[in-house]
């Protein structure tokens, strides 16, 4: 979507303080100061779309702020396909995170223009928006990203990550002024995510431009996505990890079946690739990596769930699977 200049208030920028968390990994709640019992009069609730373009930390800020790993991280680009909502609950007000594939030109696949209209469908339909940047960065793909929510209406907040990485800090000044400049939002909040610095000043923020609501979800919740979608994301995470640049994007991982017998969690997974040279590389000389990536995966969900899990993994191939529709949709991808 590009449209004209948003008429959004004059910024706000807030210089990062004290190092605050978000919420315990076991509950949605956390200290928030005093507020309105939630779903009382005065509360607030609504949805906010964290966009930005690949790799400036909005998964690991949806982490951070839930206070619990609800999506993956990696260092490679568009590692988040699907729209995943994470809830942040607090006395007076309650953000649902919407985090969105990354935006970016390259729409040669029907992959690449599937998350683009998620990320784009999410900001248009949000409460607010939180645009994300990388401290002292702003690349043509930042502007390319601009100029898509720009002209939103919903208030729209500039969120600058990783401002951990700046050094000194006097270095940051200079960049809040020029992004002061450059980008007319509601406020301008630096964070770094990855140390969970300044993000209950972000929390406040953004919970006091949402609309007067109850809660949309239960204060126990954290996310919509259900353990099967967990379990077959993880192991996705593990194979990016471990294939690093051997393998292009065309990969997915599909649960077959999920079930609980005698206390322990029964996964039976297909990994999915493009071409049968591919499948080769997956499983590994002597089925080493296969098995490498089965075992990191099954520690993470042993440890998530704290439950014994058993899980088995299969490589199949589906030509250009990434470049079918119908193919995404079997896969789940047909939300939009």
Known sequence: MVAGRADHEPAETLVSGPATGGAAPDSAAGAAGSGSTAGGPGFR????????????????????LVGRKITIVTAKPQTTRHRILGVVTRPEAQLVLVDTPGLHESTRRVMNQYMNRVAISSSQDADVVLFVIEAMQFTEEDLWVWERVRGLKQPLFLVI????????????????????????????????ALESDNLERLVSLVGSRLPLSPPLFAGDVLTDRDEPFHAAEV??????????????????????RFADEDNRIMINAVIWVERAGQKAIVIGQGGERLKEIGRMARIELNDLWQRSVHLELWVKVKENWADSEMALRQFGYDSL
């Open 161 to 192: 990550n990783k401002v951990d990485r700046v050094f000194p800090k006097e270095k940051l000044l200079p960049f809040l002024e020029e992004m002061t400049e450059r980008i007319p939002a509601s406020g301008i909040v630096p964070v770094s």
């Open 45 to 64: 609730a609504g949805h906010v779309a964290i966009v930005g373009r690949p790799n400036v930390g909005k998964s690991t800020l949806v982490n951070a």
């Open 235 to 256: 192991v996705r995470e593990k194979l990016t990890l471990k294939l690093r640049e051997e393998l292009p994007y065309g990969i997915n991982v599909q649960i077959e």
